[in-house]
């Protein structure tokens, strides 16, 4: 089984200090934050959790933040469920997208990546890292790419859902750009709702915080009707878009939509050569968590069949935050459960087939 989507974290978000210029260290141990010493700087949300984003059996035994703790994360996700991979994602790192200063959330954004790098890869070779960015400017971003993207352990580059424009714009096309070179896949999970990102709802902000997660899906949509509209496969064919907790029922309606809208008005995007369905079923990938529950457990399969979902979809568990999603309780159609559980993010990131499980320090087990 591989995880795409695993919440790596700290105590404090002062480990990065090390890892900062000496200018923006000083940014972040005397500049304001939201909220005591060791938090992360990023803008606020406008709406609060009511019950708090984690897990409360993820708390280290000594205290701290879940995601923190690598001894209790291997023994409730990698061991528990005989994990072959998973990706880290960081937690509060994508939150880079809501600072005003671009410099100071790529400086940030860097600082977590070299932590990450040293801190968080070599415990597990069951570990594969994202490389975070900061998009408020697509050239820092594009130059952090270069920079790590040929580390053997990254297997994409990860942004904020909450951004200031769709991700197909041309403006975001350097980051794009500095993803084909290292073949990397342009991943975004769901965020960043904050600072210079101030709702992610198109009519304006909500007020409940279950209100808003249930609708934060507008954000995956329009990245996702933006990258096709904008010709960023055709620009670039070895470009994959990967959305990370925006929600998977809502897909075939969209690519459905996309579909009929095309070819009543394909001569505005003529650099496109299919339907948006045809590039989405060969370019993106979707991560299960949430996985909608309908109240007819079938219903969800038919609709995600008729867009080809079967190759789309990733497993993800969340872990450790509150909605974390249980393999063994998902209810996947049998016949699409090793492609959805591995093997669709097997070929995605390339990563081989292990016949061993590998626990810290390369030791074996099996």
Not at 108 to 136: C, T
Not at 163 to 169: A, H, I, L, T, W
Not at 194 to 221: D, K, Q, R, V
Not at 224 to 244: C, D, Q, Y
Request: net charge negative; glycine share 6%; proline share 10%.
């Amino acid at each position: 089984m591989i995880d795409c989507d695993v919440h790596n974290s700290w105590t404090t978000a002062e480990v990065l200090l090390p890892y900062l210029p000496p200018t923006f260290r000083e940014y972040m141990e005397r500049g304001e934050l939201p909220g005591p010493k060791g938090a992360f700087p990023h803008g606020h949300r406008p709406w609060l959790h009511p019950e708090g984003f984690m897990r409360y059996d993820a708390i280290p035994p000594n205290g701290g933040h879940p995601g923190s703790d690598y001894e209790l994360m291997r023994e409730q996700l990698l061991d528990r469920y005989d994990m072959e991979y998973v990706i880290l994602g960081g937690d509060e790192a994508i939150e880079v997208s809501t600072l005003a200063n671009p410099y100071y959330a790529q400086a940030l954004a860097s600082a977590y990546n070299d932590w990450m790098i040293a801190e968080w890869l070599p415990r597990d070779k069951r570990f594969k890292g994202s490389l975070v960015v900061a998009p408020q400017n697509p050239e820092l971003a594009a130059a952090e790419i270069r920079r790590l993207g040929a580390h053997p352990d990254i297997v994409q580059v990860l942004v904020s859902s909450g951004s200031q424009r769709p991700y197909g714009d041309p403006f975001f096309h350097p980051i794009w750009e500095a993803c084909a070179e290292f073949d990397l896949p342009f991943a975004l999970h769901l965020g960043g709702q904050g600072g210079l990102n101030s709702t992610p709802i198109g009519c304006g902000p909500t007020t409940f915080f279950w209100e808003t997660h249930a609708l934060l899906a507008e954000t995956g949509m329009a990245h996702l009707a933006s990258t096709i509209a904008h010709g960023v496969f055709e620009k670039w064919p070895n470009a994959r878009l990967v959305m990370i907790e925006c929600g998977v029922a809502w897909v075939p309606p969209i690519l459905w939509r996309l579909d009929e809208d095309y070819r009543a008005l394909r001569k505005e995007t003529p650099w496109l050569k299919r339907l948006p369905s045809e590039y989405a079923r060969d370019h993106v990938r979707i991560t299960t968590q949430p996985l909608e529950q309908p109240h007819n457990p079938s219903a969800l399969w038919p609709a995600l069949a008729d867009i080809g979902a079967e190759d789309m979809l990733m497993f993800a568990s969340d872990y450790p935050h509150w909605d974390f999603d249980d393999p063994d309780f998902l209810r996947i159609p049998q016949e699409w459960r090793e492609r959805v559980l591995s093997e669709n993010a097997r070929a995605l990131y390339k990563l081989p087939q292990r016949q061993l499980k590998q626990m810290t320090d390369g030791a074996l087990t099996r």
